[in-house]
């Protein structure tokens, strides 16, 4: 076996090794994990699935280790592990398909594990069936060490006050258990069989942790986790047994920039509506037409923007302001009443400049 940690980018040393995950856990120093992202083998024969699939055997890694026989002895052996190493405030997700669902949940019920969430992945491409339906789905266990003190960053990807165009919020969409995500390509990449999708993990780094926390995958099978939780400015790590996809991981993750993707990423605007919920008198409606004309008209703002800064000058959500300026009258009388202030305000200025000595 072929042990050892890499120091590639001489800033940070990651814990990436190639070896059995449960016997060189303790390479890990107990509670120094923030994040667990563990997709085990499942236990149901992958190193069929690119027939399945119909991947080209040239684009598949070889070598992939499957789950040992007794599945619940193994989920046992290195949940244990994971747990030892998670921090008290951690987070732990397990990704696991049907099969060997019930020794995932027993084993975790047994290490005295709080199930947070017990979400869905539904994924595309699901084996075509005639007999039967088609599984398109796995398991998505959220667990914590204490039920209460864990991240969870609500806003990490969408503003409270954001809507689809049809006027659903993005917020709760992205935050309900069934997560709606497609299957990568391979686009002709060498890969490891059953990628995860980077958009899935990327949930889950974003919302369970913070830039600089530790974000450990016990399988890391292509390096989803380590390459996205890298981009993302997480400190990463982890155990991969096969030396092949281990080599193939290794140079992936190399290429990736520390902190890149949060680069790319465009910033959430979270307006707090603190007013939300308070009565609206026909004063308030007032002044919110009068800040909305002084910033068309003056600060040359445009509707959008007005309306962004609306809702945080008035602590009122976007819909709240949206009907207020649909009072075209209101909106009108405030126009004439910036025109009429600025006029006052330049004849106001001229008369002084005709006193001023020539
Ligand atoms: C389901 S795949 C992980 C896929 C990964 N999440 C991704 O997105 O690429 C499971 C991986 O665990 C590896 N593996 C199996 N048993 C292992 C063990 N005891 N320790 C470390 N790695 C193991 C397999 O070789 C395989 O690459």
Redesign the pocket.
């Known amino acids: 076996m072929n042990l050892k940690t890499s120091t590639w980018d001489g800033v940070m040393i990651k814990h990436i090794y190639n070896g ?3 016997a060189n856990a303790s390479n890990l120093s107990d509670e120094s994990v923030d994040l667990m992202i563990c ?4 236990g149901i024969g ?1 190193a069929t699935f690119d027939k399945h699939y119909a991947r080209g055997k040239g684009k598949v890694i070889d ?3 499957e ?1 040992p026989d007794d599945y619940a002895l193994f989920s046992k052996n ?1 949940m244990s592990e994971a747990t030892r190493v998670l921090k008290p405030n951690g987070s732990m997700f397990i990704i696991i398909g049907h099969t060997n669902l019930r020794h995932v949940l027993n084993a975790a019920a047994e290490l005295g594990l709080y199930e947070i969430n017990h979400a869905i992945w539904k994924y595309n491409f699901g084996v075509n069936t005639k007999t039967k339906f088609v599984t398109s789905h796995y398991h998505v266990l959220y667990y914590a060490k204490n039920e209460k003190n864990r991240t969870f960053n609500l806003n990490c990807r969408f503003g409270s006050q954001e809507k689809d165009n049809s006027g659903g919020s993005l917020l709760f969409q992205d935050i309900e258990d069934v997560f709606y995500i497609k299957k990568e390509y391979s686009n002709g990449k060498q890969r ?5 999708p980077n958009e899935l993990i990327q949930k889950i780094i974003m919302y369970c942790s913070n830039e600089g926390d530790t974000v450990v ?9 380590a390459c996205v939780a890298k981009s993302l400015g997480r400190e990463h790590g982890g ?4 030396k092949l ?1 281990y080599e193939v991981g290794c140079k992936r993750l190399e290429e990736i920039e520390y902190g890149q993707r949060l680069k790319e990423m465009p910033k959430v605007v979270n307006i707090n509506p603190t007013n939300q919920g308070s009565p609206l008198t026909e004063e308030d409606k007032d002044k919110i037409c009068l800040r909305f004309a002084e910033m068309r008209l003056l600060e040359k703002y445009t509707v959008a923007k007005s309306n962004e800064k609306l809702q945080v000058e008035f602590g009122r959500g976007k819909f709240s302001i949206v009907n207020i300026l649909k009072d075209k009258e209101r909106v009108l009388k405030a126009e004439k009443k910036v025109f009429s202030l600025t006029r006052e305000k330049e004849s106001g200025e001229q008369d002084l400049a005709e006193m001023e000595p020539q």
């Open positions: 059995d995950c449960i997709d085990p083998p499942f992958e070598g992939y280790q789950a290195w490891n069989k059953n990628k995860l995958d016990f399988f890391l099978g292509n390096f989803t986790t155990f991969e047994i096969n996809a």
